[in-house]
């Protein structure tokens, strides 16, 4: 069956560095259009970046540029979030997403980010 299982969240100080990871099973990886957003208590789910299949042109949330790169690795089926310069109000469960219009749009269990000192 369709699997995404997230990674690499944890607590970190203001300034700060995490890089998630997501891998992949269960479908044609390499074919999906892949992202990562967050939700925070409180607050609707925000997109953070997506990355196209193939090529992997790539587009971010206005919260998050300049600051997080999501790549993917599609012979290792791994999509990749890295995020410096975190700040507080980057705290949130971030959530893997798998996109392919009319044959599947899947979603990781999250993994939690927390920006505190």
């Known amino acids: 069956q369709v699997q995404l299982v997230e990674s690499g969240g944890g607590l970190v100080q203001p300034g700060g560095s995490l890089r998630l990871s997501c891998v992949g099973s269960?479908?044609?990886?390499?074919?999906?259009?892949m992202g990562w957003y967050r939700q925070a208590p409180g607050k609707e789910q925000e997109l953070v970046g997506k990355?196209?299949?193939?090529?992997?042109?790539?587009n971010y949330g206005d919260s998050v540029k300049g600051r997080f790169t999501i790549s993917r690795d599609n012979a290792k089926n791994t999509l990749y979030l890295q995020m410096n310069n975190l700040k507080p109000e980057d705290t949130a469960v971030y959530f893997c997403?798998?996109?392919?219009?009319?044959?599947?749009?899947?979603w990781g269990q999250g993994t939690q980010v927390t920006v505190s000192s």
């Open positions: 997403n798998a996109y392919l219009a009319f044959l599947g749009n899947y």
């Open positions: 269960g479908f044609t990886f390499s074919s999906y259009n």
């Open positions: 990355i196209a299949s193939g090529a992997g042109a790539a």
